[in-house]
């Protein structure tokens, strides 16, 4: 955390104002915690870290990050695995087959922050939700949220209640987030509110994949409802994160564990389903045609003013506007290239 120039009581983060999530004031900076001046609310400083959520609005509550034992969440802390030997090697595998890469590319958080670089000398850059996700350098303005402790967080903060004023931000990061929050479309809205005027969102989300996360996995998008999420934005570019491929590798594993609870089956089956998981999303790239059944969805668009995209524009545009998507972003001020239409049925 740093304090601002011109007033050193406020506190800020990386030069952004952080503010209260309940009410919307600048906080003010003590001795182990961030105070509203209005609310009164103390929210802490825990490991260095500033602890902003809104206790009566959140699922999450203050008082999970107090304690020694302080909320890591289910997707971390990989690297404490206290087991060792060939166990230890195995979990390493188990990690490497789930998490093999799709073969279709497309833009990531850094290829958005190269737009903005184009547009802008140092965008400001939100990351919401950003666990082990790093992006920019030591020179970039680049603010990391999560509701969980990770390497390289910066502030712990709940998407539906942003800590930080009106247009902070050039650009806001959101990848595998939006399924996890309980209001997507509130979400939305806080990443327009912060985004100045002409400021740029990229998200990428989940379609057809199976629950992860347990109890912290509330939604999925099909491909015109995740651009209708984000109808208060311009499209620059959208496209297909992960195919058909990735998709079938998830519903194998999931059909193999369902046959029986036994927890021999299950690893059994667990294992079949991950050596599946590599061969098969290769075949993205070359299942071009399955935007329907794709794995999930990503989205960079522009901050829209006055009225969002209406449902009609987007129901009668479906067949045009979705499908596997660029490899790259387009040069800034280049217009959206409209999809091909698609070939005619046979007769």
């Given at each position: 955390?740093d304090?601002g120039t011109?007033?050193?009581g406020?506190?800020s ?17 003590e001795t182990?915690?961030l105070?509203c001046p209005?609310c ?5 400083v ?8 809104h ?7 203050i ?6 034992d ?6 971390y802390?990989r ?6 030997g060939?166990r230890?090697?195995?979990r390493?595998l ?8 799709s ?11 190269d737009y903005?670089?184009?547009l802008?000398p140092r965008?400001?850059?939100?990351v919401?939700?950003?666990?082990g996700?790093?992006?920019?350098g030591p020179?970039?303005?680049?603010v990391q949220?999560?509701?969980a402790?990770?390497?390289e ?5 709940d998407g ?6 009106d ?8 990848v ?5 929050v309980?209001d997507p ?5 806080e990443?327009?509110r ?6 740029h969102v ?10 992860h996360?347990g ?8 491909p015109?409802?995740?651009r209708?999420l984000f109808?208060?934005?311009d ?11 990735s ?11 369902s046959?029986s ?9 667990s294992?079949a ?7 098969l999303?290769l075949?993205?790239?070359w299942?071009r045609h ?13 901050r ?24 790259a972003?387009?040069r ?11 070939p005619p049925?046979?007769?």
């Open positions: 955390m304090a011109e007033d050193p406020r506190a983060l990386r030069g952004i104002a952080l503010h209260c999530p309940r009410d919307g004031t600048p906080l003010r900076t182990a915690s105070r209005v009164g609310t103390a929210f802490p825990v490991r260095g870290i500033p602890v902003l959520i206790d009566e609005r959140s699922v999450f509550a008082a999970d990050y107090a304690g020694a302080a909320y890591t969440g289910a997707a802390g690297d404490a695995d206290a087991t060792g060939a230890r090697q195995y390493r188990m990690r490497w087959l789930g998490d093999a890469p073969s279709i590319r497309h833009p990531d958080g850094a290829a958005a922050l903005l670089r184009a802008l965008p400001r850059v939100l919401i939700g950003s666990g996700l790093r992006i920019g020179g970039d303005c680049v949220t999560d509701v402790f990770a390497p967080v910066d502030a712990i903060a539906h209640d942003l800590p930080f004023p247009g902070a931000f050039d650009l806001v990061v959101a595998a987030v939006l399924e996890h309980a479309q509130r979400c939305v809205a990443m327009w912060v985004l100045a005027p002409g400021g990229h998200a990428v989300t989940p379609f057809l994949q199976p629950v996360m109890a912290y996995d509330f939604t999925r998008f099909t015109i409802g995740h209708r109808r208060q934005f499209e620059v570019a959208a496209g297909i994160a992960m195919g058909n491929g998709a079938a590798a998830w519903a194998l594993r999931g059909v193999l564990q046959a609870g036994a927890r021999w089956w299950q690893a059994a089956a294992i389903g991950l050596l599946a998981t590599p061969p999303r075949l993205d790239r299942l399955g935007a329907d059944a794709a794995g999930g969805c990503w989205f960079f668009g522009r829209r003013e006055g009225a969002p995209v209406s449902d009609r524009d987007l129901v009668q545009g479906y067949r045009q506007g979705f499908g596997i998507g660029p490899t972003l387009p800034p001020g280049v217009p959206k290239q409209a999809a091909p239409e698609p049925p046979p007769a």
